[in-house]
């Protein structure tokens, strides 16, 4: 416990195609996180900002674009990018900076713009770089992977394009009424179905669209909280693993995994140590777990991750869903934001709108989607070339 | 009459007949890595920083495949119209490694099906004023 910090604000950008500077979305996200925490800006001794890529130079910097949109007060800053895990990468270190002493509180956001279609790489020609190279000599794009995952699913475990249908389908019906969604709206199996492929076994409907979006939160010390609120809503771990060698999942932007003819593969794959450390931080188990806010890049992807963070064991996600168990009203919700399929991504923002949901659940926020009596939440993410991320959050 | 054909990247596959991807493996601890690794051994229990070129097994086993119906952006080069193409994730069985490759013209991603064997094959992968760009390929063994 004495590792908790606290979270005393959150805030959010809708998600969608605005069409507006990234610095735009994170400033509202920023005044709603202040508000919401009920700490004036110029309070913030800490500003945390995660990176955006494409936005060009003041992306890079985001913490210090933030600050300056803001007005300068001569807070502290850090930026951090670790793609799609840029977002608890800037809230680990504002939470280290509180556990450390040098601050009580700290603002974190991200924010993004995207383009239309595939997430591409960074422009030129550009040949000592995998992430151009995947394009240039495989065409293997995101949902290249993706699907890899979900084939590997559909022959090891018998899933079908239904099951993934019916992940599309539950999320759809969870964000209906998330005000931040950009997608509100319900389908069904047969339209999720007759959505044209994009890389097979992946239709359209089954994944997530690039969006703008922008997402902050507020943390403080334990002792800074409590002289505002008697009941916290705490992060209780953030984990932000790499991989062990060899890892053998192939993994974006990789052409090749590592090769386990020498050193054995680890006990424990990549994608399960992610929540594992974060378990093992926060001191609880995934049978403590209320709801989960999980990666769903693809609607297959979803089931994966409920496996990695052991909601259930491998083979058995498949049963999980059609149980209702991960429903709304199930034992246990996943995406109850509705996940990417209603947001679309905004990549360093998403890992920051995960914990924001979670403290929307456990404080009885989240209107029209809310997970009975929530105690303890989970997000798990991950970001490309082995940027593992997850974050325990707990009332 | 044909234009002149070279490698699409350098250094990554032979141009034999037999083509071979080309990878390096650690003169310490013998791991083996593609791309080519040649600064620092990458297996965290071993400081090697000398390593051999060596051709990688020349077969494999499908791991998982996909076929893609939309055009990706650039750097992809994209004939017009575009025409759908498949990637293979390939297990070694000697390296115990999986190595992406797109599969070979003319499979029917139909026919394909999770651990067949797969063998290596050079095609052109794009071409310009100047010449056909070849890359490796996966194709279904006899197929």
New interface residues.
Partial sequence: MAKDVAILGVGMHPWGKWGKNFVEYGIKACQDALKDAGVAWKDIQFISGADTVRCGYPGYVAGATFAQALGWSGARVASSYAACASGATAMNTARAQILAGFCDVALVVGADTTPKGFLAPTAGERRDDPDWLRFRLLGATNPTYFAFYARRRMDLYGATDRDFAKVKVKNSKHGLHNPNARYRKEVTEDEVLASPMVSDPLRLLEICATSDGGAAVVLSSMEYARKRTTKPITIAAISTVTPKYPNTIIEMPNFATDSAAVASAPEVAFRDSIAGAAYEEAGVGPEDVSLAEVYDLSSALELDWYENIGLCTPGDAERLLNDGATTLGGRVPVNPSGGLSCFGEAVPAQAIAQVCELVWQLRGQANGRQVQNAKVGITVNQGLFGHGSSVIVRR | MGKTQVP??EGWFTTEAQARLLGSRCKK???????KEALFC????CAGTEFEEVPLSRTGKV????????Q???????PDPFVP?T?A?VELA?????????VAAGVD?KSLR??MNVELVLET?YQDDKAEYL?WKWKPVNG
């Fill in positions: 699409a990247i601890c013998r791991s083996y890595f593609f791309p990458r297996n965290p229990g791991w998982s495949f996909t076929t893609n119906h939309y990706p952006p650039a750097p992809y080069v994209s193409y990637v994730a000697q390296e115990q490694m999986v190595v992406l490759g797109q991603p999770v651990g992968l890359v």
